[in-house]
């Protein structure tokens, strides 16, 4: 069973631009979580989809945004990007059956640089 | 609210010795507790989950895992470190709004 694949793995932007990560979850889940993580803050949620609908967002600025389409893969979007969005950005995908929080299954991660 | 705290960001032992890495949470409600493992450049893998059913909890690579209420910690323990144990631990708790908090991670240096 293939796992939790992102694309693109490593990217560079400069200040002010916008990028978009993709991500596949493993077949059958439905939902799709994303994460941030720094050396300073370590990992940080950013949001949650599960069905094409966002169940939950962190404590993220507005730049951040995301979306998931109906055959699960999800995207997520930074606009105007900033030298603090310098980050790995996991995501990852959960059978999540229940309303409890499920076992995650991550990804490599896409590794952001901004210049 | 949730939280984690994982006691030392870095801890070394030798190869053979026992590995205790630790961790106390903080929820409000039944908490759902993980321990995920990463290497360098890779994602998070899931090492082991307590979701109520034992307190001591066995997951993969010979790691286990004791909930105690009482204390609200999550300690992992391996009772012999291998030189491929090293890489950094991530303590998790979950509950129902559809995300995990994670604590500031535990690099584990393993010494030969």
């Known amino acids: 069973k293939a796992g939790v694949t992102q694309t693109p793995r490593y990217l560079i932007k400069t200040r002010g631009q916008q990028v978009t990560l993709s991500c596949s979850p493993i077949?059958?889940?439905?939902?799709v979580s994303w994460y941030q993580q720094t050396p300073g803050q370590g990992l940080q949620f950013l949001f949650e989809y599960f069905s094409e609908t966002q169940r939950n967002k962190g404590n993220f600025p507005g730049r951040f945004s995301g979306r998931q389409f109906s055959n699960s893969r999800s995207e997520m979007n930074v606009s105007t990007l900033e030298l603090g969005d310098s980050a790995l950005y996991l995501c990852?995908?959960?059978?999540?059956?229940?309303?409890?929080?499920?076992?995650?299954?991550f990804g490599e991660g896409s590794r952001l640089t901004v210049l | 609210a949730q939280s984690v705290t994982q006691l030392g960001s870095h801890v070394s032992v030798s190869e053979g010795a026992l590995v205790l890495l630790r961790c106390n949470y903080s929820s409000s409600v039944p908490p759902y507790l993980f321990w995920y493992v990463q290497y360098p450049n890779q994602g998070l893998q899931l090492l082991l989950k307590y979701t109520s059913a034992a307190t001591l909890v066995k997951g993969i690579n010979g790691f286990e895992a004791e909930f105690k209420k009482s204390e609200t910690s999550f300690h992992l323990t391996k009772p012999s470190a291998h030189m491929s144990d090293a890489a950094e631990y991530f303590c998790?708790?979950?509950?129902?709004?559809?995300?995990?908090?994670f604590g500031k991670g535990t690099l584990l240096t393993v010494n030969p």
């Open positions: 077949s059958g889940h439905r939902s």
């Open positions: 990852a995908s959960s059978l999540q059956t229940g309303s409890d929080t499920g076992e995650l299954f």
């Open positions: 998790a708790v979950g509950g129902s709004n559809y995300k995990l908090t």
